[in-house]
C-alpha cells in the first residue's frame, strides 16, 4: 500500500477516535450518559487511538493472535467490544423492564387503596 493512503487511514482512525472520546466526555459530564457507559466508550476511543497512532503494536497484536491482516484482528475487537455492550444493555433493558413492571403493579395497587379509601371517606360523609 502507498504511503499516502495509510497515513490517510491513520488520520481516519485518529479523527474517529477523538470524536468518540469527546462525545464520552461531554455526554458525560452533561449527565446524557452514564458514568460506567461513558467510561466504557472513553476507554474504547482510547484503544482505537492507540491502535490508530502505533500500527506496530497492532501488527504485533494481530500476529500474536494468529491473524495475517492486522485491520480484521482490529475490528474482531472492536465487533467484540460491541457484543459486550449489546449484551450488557440487554441485561440492564431487562432489569429495568421487571423494576416497570413491579412499579406499574405497585401503582395500581395504590390507586385501587386510593379507590376504596375515596369510597369509605363518601359513606361516611352521607
Known amino acids: 500500500m502507498e504511503a499516502g493512503v495509510i497515513d490517510r487511514i491513520q488520520l481516519m482512525g485518529v479523527a ?3 470524536i468518540i472520546i469527546v462525545s464520552a466526555f461531554l455526554m458525560g459530564r452533561e449527565r446524557m450518559l ?11 476511543g482510547f484503544f482505537t487511538l492507540i491502535m490508530s497512532v502505533f500500527r506496530n503494536l497492532l501488527e504485533s497484536f494481530a500476529s500474536m493472535i494468529g491473524v495475517s491482516y492486522a485491520p480484521s ?18 441485561v440492564s433493558i431487562s432489569r429495568l423492564k421487571t423494576q416497570n413492571k413491579a412499579l406499574t403493579q405497585e401503582l ?15 359513606r361516611s360523609k352521607v
Open 16 to 18: 474517529f477516535s477523538l
Open 34 to 44: 452514564r458514568e460506567k457507559y461513558s467510561l466504557v466508550w472513553l476507554l474504547i
Open 73 to 90: 484482528a482490529f475490528f474482531a475487537i472492536l465487533i467484540s467490544c460491541a457484543y459486550l455492550m449489546l449484551l450488557n444493555m440487554s
Open 108 to 122: 395500581g395497587l395504590i390507586k385501587l387503596r386510593m379507590e376504596e379509601v375515596e369510597k369509605k371517606m363518601d
